[in-house]
Nanobody, 124 residues
Framework: QVQLVESGGGLVQAGGSLRLSCADS????????MGWFRQAPGKEREFVAA????????YYADPVKGRFTISRNNAKNTVYLQMNSLKPEDTAVYYC?????????????????WGQGTQVTVSS
């Protein structure tokens, strides 16, 4: 069974950095692609980044390209989101998600399991 738990959120000043982690307690972590999404107050949940099962390919939303990096450690059943040069508009609840599909990873519909989310607040 897949159980995703995010951590690492918090309050940071603009220009600062945070690293989010998402750990899976199951035994099949290396079998699925992972994604990060975020939802700001009053807005729809949106794609942030994704990584394939073996980490060979990564995908990023345009607003975070060059600032965020997604990575994974299959030995630790964990996916990370390193966020640098944070902006107030990055403020949101960040969710990790797992997908058994290898396609359409930018779409929420591709994902089978979701974490509970972690709050990221960037002050100006």
């Amino acid at each position: 069974q897949v159980q995703l738990v995010e951590s690492g959120g918090g309050l940071v000043q603009a220009g600062g950095s945070l690293r989010l982690s998402c750990a899976d307690s199951g035994r099949t972590f290396r079998s699925y692609a992972m994604g990060w999404f975020r939802q700001a107050p009053g807005k729809e949940r949106e794609f942030v980044a994704a990584i394939t099962a073996r980490g060979g390919s990564t995908y990023y939303a345009d607003p975070v390209k060059g600032r965020f990096t997604i990575s994974r450690n299959n030995a630790k059943n964990t996916v990370y989101l390193q966020m640098n040069s944070l902006k107030p508009e990055d403020t949101a609840v960040y969710y990790c998600a797992a997908s058994y599909r290898a396609a359409q990873l930018l779409s929420q519909r591709a994902y089978d399991y979701w974490g509970q989310g972690t709050q990221v607040t960037v002050s100006s």
